[in-house]
């Protein structure tokens, strides 16, 4: 019965082995993982450089004067008449995303998520606002009639210009992003 115990005695150090190795080495992987992901979590990057560069300019123009073209059409009756509702979506929404874009710029949150292509999303980004807002700022400007409702006149004209100005914005940030994207590019 020896050789029968001392056989059971080494399958039974052997499992302990196995189940101490298993069990150390998830604790090490797990306290690493936590360790890493607390530590990168904790200090959130600012950027205050970035209001300071032509793109972040533009970039804090876009919101300001975005935010007063929908302003302006907002507190109009603006639901009747379909041309200012198209210009009411396009502002609204690239208001919306540059002001998402600006945190995430302000922030660094781009160095944390390499996996996504930066410079070819904002490229896409600012050629799609500038061509939807250009858009826009002609239909607002083609819809803009004394005849259509004398009292939002104003509102309306003042909204037109804001657009062609937040445009030539977009215009200014789609160069940058295409200069930056090519630069990436030829890499």
Not at 76 to 92: D, K, N, S
Not at 95 to 121: E, G, H, K, N, S
Not at 131 to 137: D, G, S, T
Request: aromatic share 18%; proline share 3%; glycine share 4%.
């Amino acid at each position: 019965m020896e050789p029968q115990n001392r056989e059971t005695q080494h399958h039974h150090q052997q499992q302990e082995r196995a189940r101490s190795h298993t069990v150390t080495t998830t604790t090490t992987t797990s306290s690493s993982f936590t360790a890493n992901f607390s530590s990168a979590s904790s200090t959130l990057a600012y950027d205050r450089e970035f209001l300071r560069t032509l793109p972040g300019i533009l970039m804090v123009a876009e919101i300001v004067l975005g935010l007063l073209v929908w302003t302006l059409i907002a507190g109009t009756e603006y639901f009747l008449y379909p041309v200012f509702g198209w210009v009411m979506f396009v502002a609204v929404f690239y208001w919306v995303l540059t002001l998402f874009f600006l945190i995430i710029y302000m922030t660094m949150t781009y160095t944390r998520i390499p996996q996504v292509p930066w410079t070819t999303v904002g490229l896409c980004f600012n050629g799609s606002a500038f061509l939807l807002y250009f858009i826009a700022a002609i239909v607002d400007a083609c819809a803009v009639t004394k005849e259509l409702d004398s009292h939002n006149y104003n509102s309306w004209a003042a909204s037109s210009f804001f657009a062609f100005v937040v445009t030539s914005c977009y215009g200014g940030n789609a160069y940058f992003s295409f200069v930056s994207w090519r630069s990436r590019t030829l890499q």
